[in-house]
């Protein structure tokens, strides 16, 4: 690998994280926005990032001085690439709105330059060949928090190269990632492929009456040593994600339990903007939720 320069497109929830990442450990790194304004507000939570990193990671002002001298910012898209070893979007995640960035990316981008797509839900085959260069394209997926989660799911599809596969699995290792290679595409990749199915079941226990979401959430926390059950889960995650996927799975299969399931959440949740830890409320009340109480499992 032989990688120096790294552009993020998109500063949004994860764009920032990983710019972050990236330049804490010690790479040259454009971060890419549409306008200024939404670059001044990437700044201000790069600002934050640091006393996370001081707090979590014991970082100290020597290491953040040289993640900031390594960060750059641009609107101008053939200006953020012209130096870019590799490119990493993470634009909205609208099929279109993908596809329309490569398009634009494509003509200005160099021949050298690697395209990662940090997409969660969509399989590279889908943007390969509107990348013009399907070779040098392939998913790399972080987790939220990822200075803490660390993992990167690196997914090739069948055109990807192997050794540009290599080169990112490297690159996520150098970043400080838990690098975790995927021998072909899965939607979900492995971390949503093994835990959407499992919030899915929680929440079809709740909406079908078997249980109720503390003791479903006691019930995986006793038996496993698991530090969180799904319910908690689902209030770091998102109701919202997690309603999302629901009305998905339901519209696509018609199983009667998931429209119950997606009802449920709706009505309970989604109407009345409790959507977990981002409102401050979700199936726990924050910021001093029953679950991390030590008596919660009396």
Do not use: C
Not at 28 to 44: C, F, Q, R
């Amino acid at each position: 690998m032989d990688y120096k320069n790294i552009t993020v497109a998109g500063s949004g929830v994860l764009g920032y994280q990983i710019a972050f990442q990236a330049a804490f450990h010690n790479f040259k790194v454009t971060v890419y926005d549409i306008n200024d304004e939404i670059l001044e507000k990437a700044k201000a939570k790069f600002s934050t990032m640091s006393a996370v990193f001081k707090r979590d990671l014991n970082a100290t002002d020597a290491q953040l001085e040289v993640a900031f001298a390594n960060l750059r910012y641009s609107s101008n898209l053939a200006e953020a690439v012209k130096d870019a070893d590799l490119l990493i979007e993470a634009v909205p995640e609208n099929p279109s709105i993908k596809k329309d960035f490569y398009q634009k990316l494509v003509k200005v981008a160099p021949e050298k330059t690697v395209f990662a797509t940090n997409s969660s839900t969509l399989l590279p085959s889908q943007f390969a060949e509107v990348t013009g260069r399907p070779s040098k394209f392939l998913a790399l997926h972080f987790a939220n928090n990822i200075w803490i989660n660390n993992t990167a799911e690196i997914m090739g599809h069948p055109a990807t190269d192997p050794e540009i596969f290599k080169d990112v699995v490297a690159f996520a290792t150098a970043i400080g990632m838990l690098a975790l290679p995927l021998k072909k595409e899965q939607p979900g990749y492995l971390l949503n492929s093994l835990l959407v199915p499992f919030l899915s079941a929680a929440t079809s226990l709740v909406a079908n009456e078997v249980s109720d979401p503390q003791i479903i959430d006691k019930t995986w926390m006793k038996a496993t040593g698991a530090p969180l059950g799904p319910f908690a889960i689902i209030d770091v995650v998102g109701i919202n994600t997690v309603f999302n996927i629901n009305k998905m799975a339901s519209e696509a299969s018609g199983d009667p339990l998931k429209i119950k399931a997606t009802k449920y959440l709706k009505e309970n949740f989604i109407d009345t903007n409790k959507l977990g830890v981002s409102t401050g409320e979700g199936f726990y009340k924050y910021p001093n939720p029953a679950y991390k109480k030590d008596d919660f499992l009396s």
